[in-house]
């Protein structure tokens, strides 16, 4: 197949392009190598691919999207660009509107016009917000999130059910639960804790160290990726992507920490607007339909990663 990644020089989207090459498909990335972190980093993802065809884009221009999806002849679109982040999307919430929703209706309408059979949307487990029950399943009410960026996921997955029911689209929403792994964003905890404690910086600890996450390694995500590709379902579906387990913030920080070997200097904060409490997959229906098998846990995840950060700092 040749497939469109949007958002394929980000962390997620240059993993996915790598498996699809060593799958064999043809790649095209579009990314608009914008500064929520450095693009130069960016950048680098795409020169380790040198077969994945670069398209720089940005997801909000209607025109060039309608341009570079109805020339491109693409059997698949993997849409992975995004603003991404709870506490960024705090502060400007109208950019994530435009580019989460806007983008992805103009990807979806492009890829109507263009005959484009498959679409899988990376949204997120920010949807589940408050939800009371867990672990979270797929088919549960959700009456609330808590920020717009999991409001923007949550309509992202809306607009794709209106193409798939609208125009027999085949699209497969999967919910992915705060990945990690070797090239992770910056910006994120794992990264920014793992820096911190190297440097003998103190990280900071929202809240008392007891909120919990699934977190899930980027090769069993790009592994549901290629799974979501395949899927013969309804035309449209939604899949949890997790690790099936969760860890506190306090474990995490203390994971770090053995795989530095260095003790970490925490500075204690109030719990942040927008974060979830507690995330934790139900992943019942990915094994089932997907194939989908996570591998790597924690303790043998956060190593890989710390390895690579100490080869790459």
Not at 26 to 52: E, G, M, Q, S, T
Request: aromatic share 8%.
């Amino acid at each position: 197949m040749r497939i469109l990644v949007t958002g394929g020089a980000g962390f997620i989207g240059s993993h996915a392009c790598a498996q699809l090459l060593r799958q064999g498909h043809a790649v095209a990335a579009v990314d608009d190598f914008n500064d929520f972190y450095d693009p130069a980093i960016k950048r680098a993802n795409l020169r380790a691919l040198p077969d994945v065809e670069v398209l720089e884009g940005d997801i909000r221009d209607a025109g060039f999207v309608e341009k570079t999806v109805g020339a491109g002849k693409f059997d698949a679109i993997i849409h992975a660009a995004a603003r991404a982040g709870v506490r960024p999307s705090l502060k400007d919430p109208q950019l994530y509107i435009d580019t989460n929703i806007t983008g992805t209706q103009n990807l979806l309408a492009a890829a109507h016009r263009a005959g484009i059979g498959r679409f899988v949307f990376a949204s997120s487990s920010s949807v589940y917000g408050l939800a009371k029950k867990t672990p979270f399943t797929e088919d549960m009410p959700l009456p609330q999130t808590l920020s717009p960026y999991a409001a923007t996921k949550i309509a992202g997955e809306h607009l794709c059910g209106n193409y798939a029911h609208l125009y027999g689209m085949r699209v497969v929403c999967l919910r992915l639960f705060t990945v990690y792994g070797p090239g992770q964003r910056p910006d994120l905890a794992i990264h920014k804790f793992t820096r911190a404690i190297d440097r003998g910086e103190s990280i900071p600890q929202f809240g008392d160290g007891s909120t919990r996450r699934d977190y899930t390694y980027i090769d069993d995500i790009v592994q549901g990726v290629a799974g979501a590709l395949r899927y013969e379902g309804p035309a449209f579906d939604i899949f949890n992507l997790g690790e099936n387990q969760t860890t506190t913030l306090s474990e995490l920080i203390a994971e770090i920490e053995r795989a530095l070997g260095k003790k970490a200097a925490i500075e204690r904060l109030p719990e942040q607007q927008g974060d979830m409490p507690l995330t934790a997959a139900d992943i019942t229906k990915a094994r089932k339909l997907l194939g989908y098998n996570p591998r790597t846990q924690i303790r043998e995840g956060i190593p890989k990663f710390v390895e690579w950060y100490l080869s790459n700092r």
